[in-house]
């Protein structure tokens, strides 16, 4: 009812740049905020950064000065462009959305989850 789609991962060397995108679809109300975490192998899940509906952001101290998240309300579509990046950014990134559905109403927030995308740098 609800897709998370990613795309944009890859591999890059050491110092380089990526942007990966997720687009949400389905029978969403309303999204109130979008982030991106990710998660190393031996590693739990860890929030890079999360954006609200109106803005406001909040990083990781890992990838403050480096990585910048944005969205496109109109599209539903959060973006992550990550630069000078390190080999200890390697990671399957993780997108979620926590939004309300037209089936159950604005009065209850799910959480929904990507498939994630494998985010490789190399030194």
């Known amino acids: 009812q609800v897709q998370l789609v990613e795309s944009g991962g890859g591999l890059v060397q050491a110092g380089g740049s990526l942007r990966v995108s997720c687009a949400a679809s389905?029978?969403?109300?309303?999204?109130?905020?979008m982030g991106w975490y990710r998660q190393a192998p031996g590693n739990q899940r860890e929030l890079v950064a999360v954006?609200?509906?109106?803005?406001?952001?909040n990083y990781a101290d890992s990838v403050k000065g480096r990585f910048t998240i944005s969205r496109d309300n109109a599209k539903n579509t959060v973006y992550l462009q990550m630069n000078s990046l390190k080999p200890e950014d390697t990671a399957v990134y993780y997108c979620?959305?926590?939004?309300?559905?037209?089936?159950?109403?604005?009065?209850?927030?799910?959480?929904?989850w990507g498939q994630g995308t494998q985010v490789t740098v190399s030194s």
């Open positions: 979620n959305a926590k939004l309300t559905t037209i089936k159950t109403g604005p009065r209850y927030e799910l959480s929904y």
């Open positions: 389905g029978i969403i109300f309303t999204i109130n905020a």
């Open positions: 954006i609200t509906s109106g803005g406001n952001t």
